[in-house]
């Protein structure tokens, strides 16, 4: 998962450009964006950390509730199958989910 990913991040270069990079996807105004960059040149490292820490949260959360809708759509369009095909579809659900959790 991306949210493991940014977890075991280290290095400071690493962290900054990581965080440009979710910066660039956010729906927000460009000019926002190139505040939120400019100030990363200035930050302390502790507020550095703060800040990554904090963007690490958001992309967990953003992270559970895609796998959540994921299930959610999986799991109601099994209802409609037919008893074999919902089977089918189960197993390969879980084996999605064993390869996600040993990622």
Request: proline share 1%; glycine share 0%; hydrophobic share 40%.
């Amino acid at each position: 998962m991306l949210f493991d990913f940014f977890k075991k991040q280290t290095k400071k270069s690493r962290k900054i450009h990581l965080i440009k990079s979710v910066l660039n996807n956010l729906r927000i105004p460009e000019r926002q964006k190139e505040l939120y960059r400019e100030s990363l040149d200035v930050l302390w490292d502790e507020e550095l950390d703060k800040l990554y820490v904090s963007i690490t949260k958001f992309v967990k959360q953003i992270e559970i509730e895609n796998i959540w809708e994921i299930y959610k759509t999986n799991f109601s369009s099994v209802e409609w199958m037919r008893k074999k095909d919902a089977k089918n579809k189960q197993e390969e659900i879980n084996s999605v989910n064993f390869l996600l959790n040993n990622l």
